[in-house]
């Protein structure tokens, strides 16, 4: 499939336009530089590949994210993840949950030596942050 069907190609430049616009006045993109660029607009994905807004599927060598490993929308993770979100779509570090309490003990299995606990983050500060007050709770230093 090189192409999605079409019926109004000047409608889809007209959008492409707009959205590389609003993408260059609202958005950041910390790995790239900024100003005046070229960027692929994505709509979509399978397996390997992502679609473009022009309907073209492109091979995506891009292996720096580690959830491409899976590849653009594997049903059984996105099955996983409705069902999920239809129980519990999150929670706050504050509270226990079952899929929590349940990966930490997996992680806890597979992880060398007598390390027994994890922290769920969301980013790299939180993570610092917490990585610091574990640190300090298990040696008592402060």
Not at 23 to 43: I, K, L, Y
Not at 57 to 65: E, I, K, V, Y
Not at 93 to 110: H, K, M, Q, T, W
Request: proline share 4%.
């Amino acid at each position: 499939m090189l192409w999605a069907k079409r019926e109004n190609i000047e409608e889809v430049m007209a959008t492409l336009s707009n959205i590389l616009q609003l993408d260059q006045e609202h958005v950041f993109h910390p790995w790239r530089a900024q100003g005046e660029r070229n960027s692929t607009v994505v709509t979509g994905g399978k397996g390997s590949y992502f679609i473009d807004k022009c309907g073209l599927c492109h091979l995506d060598f891009h292996s720096g994210w580690g959830h491409f490993l899976l590849g653009y929308q594997p049903p059984e993770i996105i099955n996983a993840i409705v069902e999920q979100v239809k129980k519990l779509c999150n929670v706050t570090p504050d509270y226990a949950s079952e899929p929590a309490a349940l990966l930490g003990r997996v992680l806890s299995e597979i992880t060398p030596g007598d390390l027994s606990k994890c922290y769920f983050t969301t980013g790299g500060t939180g993570g610092i942050e917490t990585a610091v007050k574990m640190a300090r709770t298990f040696t008592g230093r402060s």
